[in-house]
């Protein structure tokens, strides 16, 4: 897509988008849910967008959108929705059609963008604050379906850092032991020959996602029934 506007305002002496394609960008920061924004005039923000290239397909004119503003292919990325109903967006259209992506920890925020907490975010327009909160409950709804939590990890991992990103993403605190019992009965990590430091005590073992297929059984991590 080409004479894209810039992620925060849409360019002078243009007519406004017949759409928008926002992209909600996610990663984790700390022990935190963040969302790359692009910053603004006097404390505005924006998440990325483009004008919606209608002769393009969606999820491919998405990915893009994410390759140009992140630097880098999401790891995990679906349709949020179509978002408008008379809220304000930087680009003037009526509608909007959101994407939620995920990138792995330590992702680097690109020049004039910043990776900001959820719950610290301001300045975003009615329509923008709107995509983020229907995000992250499509990422909540998902996780049972996707392994989010895993394309939000590096290649390889502790199970307490997997844990960690779980509580991130549904917002509470698990049970270490049913954690690690659902995690094995969903068969869904292998063991490497690597093992990390993690402070005092001895290693952790890190492993990776590989899952194993079981004949009628679902693979998945049952959040709902942890404590």
Do not use: N
């Not at 920890?105 to 923008?128: D, M, Y």
């Not at 909540?140 to 844990?163: G, K, N, V, Y």
């Amino acid at each position: 897509m080409r004479g894209r506007p810039s992620p925060s305002v849409a360019r002078a002496g243009r007519s406004p988008a017949a759409a928008s394609l926002d992209l909600v960008c996610c990663a984790a920061a700390g022990r935190h849910l963040a969302v790359l924004v692009a910053g603004g005039e006097r404390g505005t923000s924006a998440l990325p967008w483009a004008a919606l290239d209608v002769a393009a397909p969606l999820e491919a004119a998405a990915a893009r959108l994410a390759r140009e503003r992140v630097g880098r292919a999401p790891t995990w990325m679906a349709q949020v929705g179509v978002a408008g109903e008379g809220r304000r967006h930087p680009s003037g259209a009526p509608l909007s059609v959101g994407y939620v992506a995920v990138v792995p920890t330590g992702t680097p925020a690109p020049a004039g963008h910043a990776w900001v907490p959820i719950a610290e975010l301001s300045g975003l327009g009615p329509r923008q604050q709107g995509l983020v909160a229907d995000a992250v409950t499509a990422l909540r709804d998902r996780m049972d379906l996707a392994p989010i939590a895993f394309r939000m990890l590096p290649p390889t991992f502790t199970l307490s850092e997997l844990q960690q990103m779980y509580e991130l993403l549904l917002g509470r605190r698990l049970h270490k032991a049913s954690f690690r019992r659902a995690l094995q009965g969903a068969w869904l990590v292998e063991p490497t020959d690597e093992w990390r430091s993690e402070g005092r005590g001895r290693p952790a073992q890190l492993f990776r996602y590989a899952p194993r297929k079981r004949r009628g059984v679902r693979r998945s991590v049952r959040f709902e029934l942890l404590g």
